[in-house]
């Protein structure tokens, strides 16, 4: 879809192909290489909003809470050098959750990039310093391309991989005037699947007697074509972290994340003779027993099994991959051997085996049973947050967040904000560690001046859990940097207008939190803990 529009600045013209693109809400902090920028958004607040945060990981991890839950793109404004440095956690957590997010960042003057002059913010090479964790990343210098490289942005955004773009814009260009009237377009996904080219893994999926799904995270249409591809070939599914709530954990083929130390997880996979891979990474210690597997990937550059000697591809938009699959195969003759009786021994078996990690899983049911199906629950770094990861049931594909392979501390509430933002009648929940939290408690000013609540809850054993029990365990009691000193957690959050409480029990947990989530406001509960014996 293409909009003609007058003589725009470069500024304006980013702002406008944002709305146009879909975008309504953006996280970030102003400055002073971005005035003119912020002047643009006053301009269109009618039509998009600006939430300013007190830190600008806070507003990238938000831009990624948001991207995650909203199905588009979150949107991060930051200031160059320290600003796109302090945001760059975060930019590299929704890069490792396969988040979209479109970061804007500014820049030093023109004249001056490169030189090494000593520019306030400045950083020589600022841009390669972030090509690791965003998918493509641009220098936007020249009004006569500032159009097509803005648009080149949402097209490498909305296909392949959704990972975070970014481009940045020198602080004397965005009043520079596009001369000419111009179109803005916009950009969609563009990606297709050729049936014929896979013909032969289509079949190798119709004749597998123990098919087996590992998902990764996916939208709400993916979540239904998975849930509908293992019901048709009768496989058992595990997901990752960051695919919780793909297919619903009370479906009877659901097995959850797999643990790695549960034998009859290892048996299952090992008897099965093909591992269907959606978008996923496996174990490497459970890759080493899979016999054959065929890898579904939005681009060949996240062919995660290429050295398998029996790998085979499928490339393309996932959807429309398994779209296509269902198709193929819904009239055909299958040959799956499972048994009811069989995959609900092993989903026994692994309730078993999480069952003895106490106290860490009476709080974990506790939170599940105060908490709607329909809540998203943010697990943080931490000793609940693990347990959460391998026993919290999970029923919407949007119901889960981790910080993926980044496992990242302080990614936990600022996320929750960006989650809320994105949707605002939906109970959202942080599970947090008393050290992870106070990276980023700055943003409880941030969820009370724009009334977003979430409920935040803090397991606080004053330490950093658990490098204080491997230094305990493993090093003799050495313990260095470990314990810490905190504030009082409850007073600090009714400092900021929050509603706040202290308990010490799971039963406690269960009643404060479902009091929270039913009062809709920001609210923190510090749960008081012990050291927690390792769930591994």
């Avoid at 990752?240 to 793909?246: D, L, R, Y």
């Avoid at 947050?385 to 936990?412: E, K, Q, W």
């Avoid at 933002?421 to 947090?432: E, K, N, T, Y």
Wanted: aromatic share 8%.
């Amino acid at each position: 879809m293409e909009y003609n529009m007058p003589p725009l600045t470069i500024a304006d013209a980013l702002v406008k192909s944002l709305i146009i693109n879909g975008c309504n809400t953006v996280f970030g902090v102003p400055g002073i290489q971005l005035y003119d920028l912020m002047d643009a958004f006053y301009r269109e607040s009618d039509q998009i909003k600006f939430i300013s945060t007190r830190h600008e990981q806070g507003a990238g991890y938000m831009a990624n809470g948001y991207a995650h839950v909203s199905g588009h793109m979150g949107a991060l404004v930051v200031v160059p050098g320290p600003g796109l440095m302090n945001a760059s956690a975060a930019i590299g957590t929704a890069y490792s959750s396969s988040n979209p997010v479109f970061v804007i960042s500014g820049q030093i003057p023109k004249s001056l990039i490169g030189r090494d002059t000593g520019a306030l913010h400045e950083v020589n090479g600022q841009i390669k310093m972030i090509e690791p964790i965003t998918k493509w990343s641009r220098l936007i210098d020249n009004p006569l391309n500032a159009v097509n490289d803005i648009e080149e942005g949402f097209q490498k955004i909305f296909n392949g991989r959704k990972r975070p773009v970014e481009i940045e814009i020198p602080t004397d260009m965005f009043s520079s005037v596009i001369d000419e009237g111009i179109t803005l377009k916009r950009m969609d996904s563009n990606q297709t699947f050729n049936y014929e080219e896979n013909s032969e893994m289509l079949q190798m999926i119709i004749d597998a007697k123990r098919p087996l799904l590992w998902v990764g995270k996916g939208n709400a249409l993916t979540s239904q074509l998975v849930t509908k591809l293992s019901e048709l070939i009768n496989a058992p599914v595990f997901v990752s972290g960051s695919g919780k709530g793909m297919i619903a954990d009370d479906h009877p083929l659901s097995l959850g994340v797999p643990l790695t130390t549960c034998p009859e997880i290892d048996t299952l996979i090992s008897k099965s003779d093909l591992v269907i891979a959606i978008d996923t990474r496996i174990p490497e210690n459970q890759l080493d027993i899979v016999k054959s597997i065929v890898e579904i990937v939005p681009d060949e550059a996240n062919l995660y099994y290429r050295d398998m000697i029996n790998q085979y591809s499928m490339i393309g938009n996932v959807n429309i991959v398994l779209t296509k699959l269902l198709e193929e195969i819904k009239d055909t003759q299958l040959n799956s051997i499972y048994s009811k009786d069989e995959i609900a021994s092993v989903k026994e078996a692994i309730k078993l085996r999480i069952s003895h990690i106490e106290p860490q899983m009476s709080f974990v049911r506790a939170i599940r049973s105060a908490s709607p199906k329909e809540t998203i629950l943010i697990e943080g770094v931490n000793q609940i947050g693990y347990a959460c990861r391998m026993g919290y049931p999970v029923y919407t594909h949007d119901g889960y967040i981790t910080s993926s392979y980044f496992g990242n501390l302080g990614f936990a509430y600022p996320t929750a904000l960006g989650a809320k933002v994105a949707a605002p009648d939906r109970p959202v929940v942080c599970i947090s560690g008393d050290g992870g939290f106070l990276f980023n408690s700055q943003e409880m000013a941030t969820a009370m001046q724009y009334g977003i609540h979430v409920v935040v809850v803090v397991f606080n054993d004053n330490a950093y859990g658990n490098v204080y029990r491997d230094q305990l365990n493993k090093y003799n009691g050495r313990i260095i940097a470990s314990q810490l000193q905190n504030p009082d957690f409850v007073q600090l959050a009714k400092s900021y207008g929050m509603d706040a409480v202290r308990i010490n029990e799971p039963n406690e947990l269960e009643i404060e939190l479902s009091k929270a989530i039913d009062r809709n406001r920001s609210c923190l509960i510090e749960v008081s803990v012990g050291m927690m014996p390792s769930p591994w």
